[in-house]
């Protein structure tokens, strides 16, 4: 019997971005605002929400950098 590693099971988990998904990092926030074919809107923000900007990257560069900061999901 094969055991399945941690870090394949959190990158399932991670596949399916979806407008509204809330990722915590620490004591930073990530939310998902637009999810397209290939690329991810998001804002990253701390509690206090001054100046928040979004960025748009790919949704593999995101799960990389979800996956190496352990985010956790805390609102879909």
């Not at 605002?33 to 960025?55: A, F, P």
Request: hydrophobic fraction near 40%; glycine fraction near 6%; charge should be positive.
């Amino acid at each position: 019997m094969k055991r399945q590693n941690p870090a394949a099971s959190a990158l399932q988990t991670i596949e399916a971005f979806r407008k509204g998904q809330v990722w915590r990092i620490g004591e930073l926030n990530l939310a998902v605002t637009s999810v397209g074919k290939t690329l991810v809107h998001y804002k990253r923000y701390t509690v206090n929400r001054r100046g928040i900007q979004t960025t748009l990257t790919s949704k593999t560069d995101l799960r990389n950098y979800l996956l190496s900061s352990d985010a956790v999901l805390v609102a879909e």
